[in-house]
């Protein structure tokens, strides 16, 4: 996804160029843009100049959404649910479920407070 939020005004990129870019093998990348394409995050097309591009501009998609759709739940112990309910048998007498879950919900915020374009200008991290 930074690849090509990176490489936005080119238009269609192959795999093969985004593959050889990042140093990963092509059948790794399709399984994730698999992924991405069927979450509505990427439009392809076929032929000689065909490829992916970003289906909205890069400031509009969130890191959080891109890891929730490659990840599913991204909560830091199993038995919290991506809705951030909790699923355990213990879960009432569970004296450390509410950190776990205050700890997924930060974790969300945050991820969810950065965008593609955050990350490739990097100014939200200067000082």
């Not at 809705?83 to 205050?102: F, H, Q, R, Y």
């Amino acid at each position: 996804m930074l690849d090509l939020a990176a490489h936005s005004e080119e238009g269609y990129i192959s795999l093969k160029t985004i593959a050889d870019r990042q140093g990963i093998s092509m059948k790794y990348l399709e399984a994730i843009v698999g992924n991405l394409k069927r979450a509505d995050l990427l439009d392809s097309t076929r032929g000689k100049e065909g490829g992916y591009k970003l289906h909205r501009p890069i400031t509009e998609y969130r890191v959080g959404e891109i890891l929730r759709c490659m990840e599913g739940n991204l909560a830091p112990v199993s038995c919290i649910n991506s809705d951030g309910s909790i699923n355990c048998d213990k879960a009432e007498g569970c004296l450390t479920a509410p950190m776990w879950v205050e700890l997924d919900e930060i974790t969300g915020n945050y991820l969810n407070s950065i965008t593609l374009s955050d990350l490739i200008s990097g100014e939200k991290w200067r000082k």
